[in-house]
């Protein structure tokens, strides 16, 4: 899994805290992707950046803000989460060219929050 | 709408035994999908995919999966089942019309020694 990493690992924070989780790719692809990964649930599909633009949103909370500086570096910045954002955040990466291209997910930020 | 469905939660299988795991989409155009897999405190990993062509495709770590379309099905298929098979299986469906991706709620692999 060393082509998409994310960190941190883990990460427990109160609701009144500010963090960033990070996400680098190695593999030279241009779009990148947000996950929110929760118990019993279907994986959510939360931020799409292709060529370092968002081009999808899909009705998150304004508590999560995504940051795309360059095609290798994605951050979702958190602040006054809920405990029930507490889950696993996926980081992915692809191609854009093709819908039909597979994507590239990291290990994952487990995220608790207080 | 598109969606994917796995109907089962859990599927249990005798190590050398086949495992099937199933699969059922509905898109509007024509779609494609992708198998994933996770192993515990791991990412996804991409399995397979059906874009066009051979019904039949054939993936990683000995698995393939079949493309039908009056069925509207996509099993994940494996001869001989391995106990390091044994993880949670993502089915994904993205339509060719579409940039949205929809995966299903997973199905957890057991294979029994």
């Known amino acids: 899994e060393t082509g998409v990493t994310q960190t941190p690992r883990h990460l427990v924070m109160g609701m009144t805290n500010k963090k960033s989780l990070k996400c680098e790719q190695h593999?030279?692809?241009?779009?990148m992707y947000w996950y929110k990964q929760s118990a019993k649930k279907p994986l959510e599909l939360m931020f799409v950046?292709?060529?370092?633009?968002?081009?999808e949103n899909n009705s998150v909370p304004s508590r999560f803000s995504p940051e795309c500086p360059n095609s290798s570096h994605l951050f979702l910045h958190l602040h006054t989460l809920q405990p029930e954002d507490s889950a696993l955040y996926l980081c992915?990466?692809?191609?854009?060219?093709?819908?039909?291209?597979?994507?590239?997910f990291g290990p994952g930020t487990r995220l608790t929050v207080l | 709408a598109q969606s994917v469905a796995q109907p089962e939660d859990q599927v249990n299988v005798a190590e050398g035994n086949p495992l099937t795991v199933k699969c059922t989409y509905s898109?509007?155009?024509?779609?494609?999908l992708f198998w994933y897999v996770q192993y515990p405190n791991r990412g996804l990993q991409f399995l397979l995919k059906?874009?066009?062509?051979?019904?039949l495709v054939k993936g990683s770590y000995g698995f393939e999966a079949e493309f039908n379309k009056s069925q509207t099905s996509f099993h994940l298929k494996k001869p001989s089942a391995l106990v390091s098979d044994s993880a949670l299986y993502f089915c994904?469906?993205?339509?060719?019309?579409?940039?949205?991706?929809?995966f299903g709620k997973g199905t957890r692999l057991h294979i029994l020694p």
């Open positions: 992915a990466s692809s191609w854009t060219s093709g819908r039909g291209n597979e994507q590239f």
């Open positions: 593999l030279g692809h241009n779009a």
């Open positions: 950046y292709s060529l370092e633009e968002r081009v």
């Open positions: 898109v509007s155009g024509n779609p494609y």
């Open positions: 059906y874009i066009t062509g051979d019904n």
């Open positions: 994904a469906v993205r339509d060719n019309r579409d940039d949205k991706i929809i």
